[in-house]
């Protein structure tokens, strides 16, 4: 049982490049996050899916686009990336509301 | 929106002494509180959580105390070893309305647990 898979692991972006960060999970769970975390921070949530067809913003969504491929899948998109997007991102999904949420291990992006 | 403060944001322990994290919540309307311990350089891991009709639950060495009156939550860690340390996370989780499906976490509190 994988749980939250994130992919990739680690990336080096130039300014201006895009880039589609891919998150699935096996668990069946109907609603998945993207958050990011910067150094000695805590989680901040870009964008969720609370169920498969629906996205929302979350508290830092600008330069962020998100799509719910299936119920499996959520991808996080920097369309044209910044030095201030430069942290960690993870992905996480859980059943419904009122349960643990699960996270994958994390995509450490650097924009240079 | 939901607003969850806690604290310390630094807490500094001898082995086998105790620690205590506290978070208060804005909204009353919240009825799920999770804790989450995130090693340095891994992912935050779910290690206790609480729904508003329990007041507390414990798990082993580690407890978490509700008061749905004053909105607060405490996390609890007794007899403290030197692998308890790490970032430390309280969540909110209003669970319907127009934040369904969206837990609000705290800002985190690094714990270190000194041999």
């Known amino acids: 049982n994988a749980g939250v898979t994130q992919t990739p692991k680690f990336q080096v972006l130039k300014t201006g490049q895009s880039m589609t960060l891919q998150c699935a999970q096996d668990m069946n769970h109907n609603s998945m996050y993207w958050y990011r975390q910067d150094p000695g921070m805590g989680l901040r949530l870009i964008y969720y899916s609370a169920s498969e067809g629906t996205t929302d913003k979350g508290e830092v969504p600008n330069g962020y686009n998100v799509s719910r491929l299936n119920k499996r899948e959520f991808s996080l998109r920097l369309e044209s990336a910044a030095p201030s997007q430069t942290s960690v991102y993870f992905c996480a999904s859980r059943l419904a509301a009122n349960q643990p949420q699960h996270f994958g291990d994390g995509t450490r992006l650097s924009i240079l | 929106g939901e607003n969850v403060e806690q604290h310390p944001s630094t807490l500094s322990v001898q082995e086998g002494d105790s620690a205590v994290i506290k978070c208060t919540y804005s909204?009353?309307?919240?009825?799920?509180f999770p804790w989450y311990k995130q090693e340095l350089g891994k992912r935050p891991q779910l290690i206790i959580d609480?729904?508003?009709?329990?007041g507390e639950k414990k798990d082993q060495r580690i407890a978490v105390t509700l008061n749905k009156t004053a909105k607060h939550f405490s996390l609890h860690i007794t007899e403290t070893q030197p692998e308890d340390s790490a970032v430390y996370f309280c969540?909110?989780?209003?669970?319907?309305?127009?934040?369904?499906?969206?837990?609000?976490f705290g800002q985190g509190t690094i714990l270190t647990v000194h041999p």
């Open positions: 609480i729904r508003s009709n329990v």
């Open positions: 909204d009353s309307a919240s009825n799920y």
């Open positions: 969540a909110a989780d209003l669970g319907g309305g127009t934040s369904y499906g969206k837990l609000t």
